[in-house]
């Protein structure tokens, strides 16, 4: 019986029979443009009706509900329209939950979400104890303190080579003073030269003015970049609060937190024996904190001071459009969008393969990124942490500071070695004289 209504149902879909769609609207699924609808769900249900083969024609659903049951006992919104047969199918971002499922025929999900919490950014994300190091990648630390100890060993080499290269003052340092210019002495040097404090004694010979110039060089680049991306890296904070999770938001009494009232959402915390979402379930009854509207849950979570609870999917399209909003990345109760059809219908089937289809196909992550396409520009110019070869150029002057300062040295050296046995070709050979006379 079941296979004749299926034959049935797709001999009438091959001749054009119409189809009344019932649709709530909603930002990206459902949209008003002018006379027409837009949105994901239309895209989607004008795919799956090119591989079923059917024409239809669009009804808002009348009350603005996607469907809950009443205590009466009978549903309204969508689900109730389609049990009553008003329509033929239901097409939004229906949550599929075993009361519906009892109630309509449903589809396999056309979308897969799960249940977050949207908050504003300066209370959701708390400041850690190594922060300090966000500007820079951990790559980048470690190429700033091999420049600091290859800086220190040059310099060390320099004074061991060119004893005098180092003192006091640029005329005080009597060639007789013993060189104390030692390894604990350099890195100390170039610590100092690092954080702009200096630590003499400075410099006298060419070779370490060179070597010592291209390290503040180097230090000054540097500081420049790291207080600028710090500075970008910081925002404001209104709150000292950090949620993170749904046990850090059932753990405070700071933000007020709710959900959309009548929603799967709410059955998901009613219905849970888990102590933290019993707790925050009794928390919104307590409070009555509950929202009618996504926009006023949006709106409430922009304003600060609450956490809007929903699917996770819609809450990013929230977050792709305020940028003052961030999701938790927490996501809990995953679930699926389905299409409702009246339960026992033969055409649930047919269209569970062609949403199938068009997930294999990819269209499904297709029209989800064109609809769900972001249009924060603040994020898109968020500062990210300085990588090595963000810096290779200062990098590589130092380390031709470093080469020249050491090829000076050498030549300092020969050059004073070959001076000195020069001078003293010069005494001996009047030693000579002296003794002659």
């Not at 059917?54 to 049951?69: E, I, M, N, S, T």
């Not at 104890?129 to 700033?144: M, N």
Request: include cysteine; proline fraction near 3%.
């Amino acid at each position: 019986r079941l296979r004749e209504m299926m034959m049935l149902g797709l001999f009438l879909l091959s001749f054009g029979f119409l189809l009344d769609r019932g649709t709530c609207t909603q930002e990206p699924y459902v949209m008003s443009k002018g006379a027409q609808l837009e949105g994901f769900c239309m895209d989607l249900l004008s795919e799956i009706a090119k591989k079923v083969g059917f024409k239809y024609k669009v009804q808002l659903v009348k009350d603005g509900a996607y469907g809950r049951q009443e205590e009466s006992g009978n549903w309204n919104g969508m689900v109730g329209e389609v049990v009553r047969g008003e329509a033929d199918l239901a097409i939004a971002p229906l949550t599929l939950t075993a009361a519906r499922e009892k109630a309509v025929g449903m589809t396999k999900p056309f979308m897969q979400t799960g249940i977050s919490i949207l908050l504003r950014k300066d209370i959701s994300e708390d400041a850690g104890f190594f922060d300090f190091l966000s500007p820079f990648s951990a790559q980048t630390w470690v190429g700033i303190l091999i420049a600091y100890l290859g800086t220190a060993a040059c310099i060390f080499i320099v004074a061991r080579l060119y004893p005098y290269s180092f003192g006091p003052s640029e005329w005080s340092q009597p060639q007789s003073e013993k060189n104390t210019f030692g390894l604990l002495h350099s890195l100390w040097y170039t610590a100092g030269a690092l954080t702009l404090q200096g630590a003499g004694p400075h410099p006298k010979a060419l070779s370490g003015r060179v070597i010592c110039s291209s390290w503040w060089l180097f230090s000054v680049v540097l500081l420049a970049c790291y207080f600028s991306n710090l500075s970008s890296t910081k925002t404001p904070e209104s709150s000292h609060l950090t949620v993170k999770g749904f046990e850090d938001l059932a753990n405070q009494d700071v933000i007020e937190y709710g959900c959309l009232a009548g929603s799967s959402t709410l059955a998901f915390f009613k219905n849970s024996n888990n102590p933290v979402y019993r707790r925050i379930y009794e928390h919104m009854e307590r409070t009555k904190s509950f929202v009618s509207s996504m926009d006023e849950g949006i709106r409430r979570a922009k304003e600060g001071n609450y956490a809007f609870i929903g699917e996770s999917v819609s809450l990013d399209l929230a977050v792709a459009r305020y940028c003052e909003l961030v999701r938790a990345h927490e996501v809990v109760g995953m679930r699926g969008y389905s299409i409702a059809a009246a339960l026992g219908s033969p055409i649930i089937k047919n269209l569970s393969v062609a949403i199938l289809q068009l997930s294999e196909a990819g269209e499904l992550a297709y029209l989800q990124s064109k609809w769900w396409a972001s249009s924060c520009i603040a994020d898109k110019g968020k500062v990210s942490a300085v990588q090595p070869h963000n810096l290779k150029g200062i990098f590589l002057v130092l380390s031709l500071g470093l080469g020249l300062g050491t090829i000076v040295a050498v030549l300092e050296l020969t050059f004073k070695s070959r001076r000195r046995a020069a001078e003293h070709k010069v005494c001996a050979r009047l030693s000579q004289l002296t003794c002659l006379k």
